[in-house]
């Protein structure tokens, strides 16, 4: 957890998919993580653990670019993070789009192919086309490619959404609670439409998430964090109820019930506050 | 109601030079309508582009007060309210209230100058509810320079402009500038709302810049069918409400908005009968 002064030039030069070095980002007084090395390797999937607040989003808003560290350095597929990295793809939150949006689910993903490109991309629409039709056969969405975005299933919606990450064939995948809100089925099948992208094409995963049970055999490493404290190791080493009790800096317990982990703290609001499972509309 | 099915009379007048004027400049303006319309339906900015109108009704009647060119005064209102608003963020909760507050106001203003002027009175309506007259082929050649430069712009900016609109949260994850677009777009808009403002009035301008837009949105998902089908009506509402309007010699808008109205009712008993065939 120290800051190694002479780590900051070797940052950019390694083959890890994702490096921080010394990382700290604080707005104003407020010190969200600070001293954050971490090396994410090709291939390796990690969990983003903690409470609201914990500064997991800004975690990956960093990695996108979108937000600048207050110290250390950082490098995401081997070069620092800048606006629009084609090795990097994302998937955000679920969030019901509105039915009446003029978008269908092959436009979503195409726009994750070249919609950050100036012009109208005319010469390339057969390229985009083809490799667009490939993903969604990719992720099993092809039967309903052709819909409205805005009324299909939240399960449906983030099929789509990972194709729109995968069409770019990204290093990197960030992503950002994509679970949320999606019943049990479609929580397992997201998540292993994601495990399978990593383990065929070697891409890291950087998993952002309030419940680590529907990816725990997914999971290689957790990076836990509370209140500008850290941890970050394997699911057996994180999740226990020594290492918690010291994150969280009052007592936790970790329960083990078939092949599930709960965490029970002192306060509702010190686990990890649940408001997921809302089902699907 | 025989005046306006007067055949003889409309094929008469439609030989007129202003005429001829007016329904080439309707014809472009349906075209920058239909473009732009979706990208205002998807971004949320209907009531934006009402509160630019009503900005460019303001600049338009300072512009009438001091003697100077209307169309020009127009385009000044509309283009402030558009860099006012397009440095709003969508996202804030206060974004319509703005709109709101602004809009209001800078029509109070419009009263006002419209009120002080003393010139003819058909001035002072034509800018609330459009006028043929008074297009010649200079005003159309200023009207085509400025739609010609919006497409340029857009020719540029389109797969961003739409990304960012239509998502803009993994937009902005990939590098799109979406703030910076926003604030483009707005201005496209308000061009588009001046330019409009002259044929069918500040108040009426939704009826052209999003009925159609609207209306092609409930029948098709895809953006391109959406910008064809928004052109489509935009051109049908605005040359067809023209056509309409010369018999009578009514204002334009009253058959521009009532012939996009009619489109957007049979689109949307489209869609209800594909849903209720589908359940």
């Known amino acids: 957890m120290t800051i190694d002064p002479g780590s900051r030039t070797v940052a950019a030069s390694t083959s890890d998919a994702v490096t921080l070095r010394g990382a700290r980002l604080s707005y104003g007084d407020r010190v969200l993580w600070d001293g954050l090395d971490l ?16 500064g997991k989003t800004s975690l990956l808003r960093v990695l996108l670019g979108l937000q600048q560290l207050s110290a250390g350095t950082v490098s995401v597929a081997g070069v620092a993070p800048g606006k629009g990295n084609s090795h990097i793809g994302y998937i955000p939150q679920q969030r019901a789009l509105e039915p009446t949006l003029a978008l269908r689910g092959r436009d979503l993903v195409g726009l994750g192919f070249d919609g950050h490109r100036w012009g109208l991309g005319i010469a390339d629409r057969r390229a ?3 490799r667009v039709d490939e ?12 819909r409205s975005v805005g009324l299909l299933s939240g399960g449906e919606q983030q099929r789509l959404r990972v194709a729109q990450a995968l069409v770019n064939d990204p290093r990197v995948l960030l992503c950002d609670e994509p679970l949320l809100s999606l019943d049990l089925a479609n929580q397992a099948a997201v998540s292993s439409l994601i495990d399978a992208r990593r383990r065929a094409a070697n891409t890291a995963v950087l998993f952002v998430t309030h419940e680590i049970n529907p990816i725990l055999p997914l999971v290689d490493r957790i990076l ?17 109820s020594a290492t918690l009790t010291a994150l969280y800096g009052t007592t936790v317990e970790v329960v083990r019930v078939r092949g599930q982990i709960h965490v029970i703290g002192a306060h509702s609001d010190l686990c990890e506050d649940a408001p997921h499972h809302h089902g699907e509309h | 109601m025989d005046k306006i099915f007067d055949f003889a009379q409309t094929g008469a007048l439609l030989k007129v030079d202003f005429v001829i004027a007016a329904i080439v400049a309707a014809a472009v303006l349906g075209l920058l ?4 319309g979706p990208l205002i339906v998807s971004r949320n900015m209907v009531f934006a582009v009402h509160g630019t109108s009503e900005l460019a009704l303001t600049g338009g009647a300072a512009a009438l007060l001091l003697g100077w060119d209307i169309g020009g005064g127009a385009l000044a209102g509309s283009i402030v309210a558009a860099l006012v608003l397009g440095l709003l963020s969508r996202k804030n909760s206060d974004y319509d209230s703005v709109i709101g507050v602004v809009l209001s106001f800078g029509l109070g203003v419009g009263v006002l100058m419209l009120w002080l002027y003393r010139g003819r009175a058909s001035n002072k309506f034509g800018l ?16 085509v320079g400025c739609v010609v430069g919006v497409f340029a712009v857009l020719a540029v900016i389109y797969r961003p402009l739409l990304f960012a609109s239509v998502d803009p949260e993994v937009a902005r994850a990939r590098g799109v500038p979406t703030k910076a677009l926003a604030l483009v777009f707005a201005v496209m808009v308000g061009v588009a709302t001046a330019l409009s403002v002259r044929t069918i009035g500040s108040l009426l301008v939704l009826a052209l810049m999003v009925t159609p837009a609207a209306a092609a949105c409930r029948v098709t998902a895809s953006p391109l069918r959406v910008t064809l089908l ?3 009506f935009a051109e049908v509402s605005a ?4 056509i309409l309007s010369l018999a009578p010699g009514a204002p334009v808008s009253a058959f521009v908005t009532t012939i996009s109205f009619l489109i957007y009712v049979v689109c949307w008993l489209i869609s209800r009968s594909r849903r209720l065939t589908r359940a």
């Not at chain 1, 090396?39 to 914990?54: C, H, K, T, W």
């Not at chain 2, 609330?128 to 009207?143: E, K, N, P, R, Y």
């Open chain 2, 33 to 36: 309508a239909g473009v732009l």
């Open chain 2, 239 to 242: 040359i067809g409400g023209i």
């Open chain 2, 128 to 143: 609330l509810t459009g006028q043929i007259v008074g297009q010649d082929f200079a005003s159309i050649a200023l009207l």
């Open chain 1, 128 to 130: 985009r086309a083809a």
């Open chain 2, 230 to 232: 928004a052109v489509l």
């Open chain 1, 39 to 54: 090396d994410i390797r090709p291939g390796e999937f990690i969990a983003v653990l903690g409470p609201n607040g914990s």
């Open chain 1, 135 to 146: 993903v969604l056969a990719d992720v099993g969405a092809t039967g309903f490619a052709d």
């Open chain 1, 224 to 240: 836990y964090l509370v209140d500008g404290r850290f941890r970050v190791g394997t699911p057996e080493e994180v999740m226990t």
